[in-house]
C-alpha cells in the first residue's frame, strides 16, 4: 500500500515532517503520522464515557476482567513528531501517561506492541536512520511485538498485527499515542471492526491543530473531543489513564 500524502498544519515548511494524516487538504501535503489527545480529560470525554468510567460500570468494568487478554498498543510516539513546525498540539500530559501505562503493563506481564511510522518519504523525518525515526525516551525497552507501518492503521503494518494477537488469545487492545484522530483513531475502527473489545486512552494521545475545510482552525483539543465522540460506543470505549490504570492494578490475574 502506498504512503498517505497528508496535509501540513501551517506555512509549507522546507522538509516536511509527517504525522499519518488521513486526508490532505489544499496544495499543502505531507505524508503524516498520527496520534491524538486531550489536556483535560474529563471535560473532553462524551457523556457516555464519562458516565461509565466515573461509575465503573458497562463494558469498561466487563473488559477489566479481561485485562490479561488486552495488548497496550503504543502508536508513533517517535521524536520526529515534536517539530515545532508541526503547529501547537495539545494534552502535554500525553508522554507521561503513555509512560505509565507501558510501566503497568509490563508489571503485570502483559502484552505491550510499540507501532513506529517508518516514512518512505526521502525529506520525512519519520524516515528510517533519521533521528525523527526513533521513539521518545518514554518509549522504553523491548516491547512483545514491535510493528512498522507507513500507513495510518497499526493493522496494516508488518509483521502482522492480528494474527500475531489471535495466535496469543489477546481479545482486547489498550491505545495510546499520535495522533489522537490520525494513525490512533485508524487503528481503534480497525480493531472494533475485527472484534477486539477496544480501549481508547484519550489522555495517553495528543494531536495538533488542524487547518480546517473551508477555512479557518480547528483546535487540537477539539479535534481530540470529536474523537472520543466518534468512537464511543461504535467503535471502542474512551478512558483516561488513572481509570485505566486503576483497573489494571485491581483486575485479578490468574494464580
Sequence with gaps: MSEPELSWPGPIPPADPEACRAHGQGSRRIDSDSSASAGAIAGGLPAAARSGVKAGCG????????????????????????????????????????????AAWRAAGRAVVFVRHDSARPDSPLRPG?????????????????????????????????????QRGITGVAIAGIQTNYCCEATARMAGDLGYDTLFVLDATHTFDLPAHGGGTIAA?????????????ESADVVTTADLLRLATSARRPG
Aim: net charge negative; with cysteine.
Design 130 to 166: 533519521q533521528p525523527g525515526n526513533d521513539f521518545k525516551p518514554v518509549v522504553s525497552g523491548t516491547p512483545d511485538l514491535l510493528v512498522t507501518k507507513h500507513t495510518n492503521s497499526a493493522f496494516l503494518g508488518t509483521p502482522d498485527l492480528h494474527g500475531w494477537l489471535a
Design 59 to 102: 463494558r469498561l468494568a466487563a473488559v477489566a476482567r479481561d485485562l490479561d487478554r488486552t495488548a497496550l498498543l503504543v502508536i508513533d510516539v517517535q521524536k520526529g513528531l515534536d517539530d515545532p513546525r508541526l503547529g501547537p498540539r495539545n494534552n502535554p500530559d500525553c508522554e507521561a501517561n503513555v509512560a505509565a501505562l507501558i
Design 221 to 233: 483539543d477539539e479535534l481530540a473531543r470529536v474523537t472520543a465522540s466518534n468512537l464511543q460506543d
